[in-house]
């Protein structure tokens, strides 16, 4: 894991414009999943998705500069439909959770725990310097299949991946504080 790639202009560009982002991937997806392990949904049921840092990772100094001395802790969620999925990071027993779009915090970006969000995001403006930053981030996001929040998720807004639910359907999915454990669908 390489934190020290700036991502250069671009993730300055994006995180300077967090709503215009945060309104295009809106109007690219509807749905954000979170993997997390099942050790970890009894928390989740009563605090909702709380913004964590990993204790090996540092951001790049643009997030520091705009999300402040709390940038390190970040919420990674996959925009549901995207080209790819992002790492996952955890071992063990895990259950997705899905968020509406109207549920995402307003302060996003690009995931920066691996190179990949920023250094397409790095591509694609060296490919086209005059694009517009909304545009790259949506298509860096939907390439790398992961983008960070850094505020937290309530608990009412989390739907679960649940026994009997269709997979592709996740306005269907019930809540996770109505959902005992043992319905979660887990892998």
Same mark, same amino acid.
């Given at each position: 894991m390489n934190n020290n790639m700036s991502g250069g202009? @671009?993730?300055?560009e994006i995180l300077?414009?967090?709503? +215009?982002?945060?309104?295009?991937?809106?109007?690219r997806f509807y749905w954000?999943?979170?993997?997390? !392990? /099942?050790?970890?949904?009894?928390? &989740? %049921?009563k605090t909702g998705l709380v913004p964590k840092a990993d204790k090996d990772s540092t951001p790049p100094h643009v997030v520091r500069q705009y999300i402040g001395k709390t940038a390190s802790e970040r919420i990674c969620l996959s925009p549901f439909?995207?080209?790819?999925?992002?790492?996952?990071?955890?071992?063990?027993?895990?259950?997705c959770l899905a968020i509406a779009r109207?549920? !995402?915090?307003? %302060? !996003?970006? !690009?995931?920066? +725990?691996?190179?990949?969000? /920023?250094? &397409?995001?790095?591509?694609? %403006?060296?490919?086209?310097?005059? %694009?517009?930053?909304?545009? @790259?981030?949506?298509?860096?996001a939907d390439r790398w299949g992961s983008i960070v929040v850094y505020d937290p998720i309530p608990k009412e807004a989390i739907k679960a991946f649940?026994?009997?639910?269709?997979?592709?359907?996740?306005?269907?999915?019930? /809540? /996770?504080?109505?959902?005992m454990d043992e319905f979660l669908v887990t892998f």
């Open positions: 202009d @671009i993730h300055e300077a414009d967090m709503p +215009s982002m945060w309104q295009a991937l809106g109007q954000f999943c979170h993997v997390t !392990l /099942l050790d970890s949904v009894g928390s &989740i %049921r439909g995207a080209k790819s999925v992002g790492p996952p990071v955890q071992e063990g027993t895990k259950v109207e549920a !995402l915090p307003a %302060r !996003l970006g !690009l995931d920066w +725990s691996f190179d990949g969000g /920023l250094g &397409i995001a790095s591509v694609l %403006r060296h490919e086209a310097p005059a %694009r517009d930053a909304t545009s @790259i981030f949506v298509e860096a649940a026994k009997g639910c269709a997979p592709h359907d996740l306005s269907r999915w019930p /809540l /996770l504080v109505d959902t």
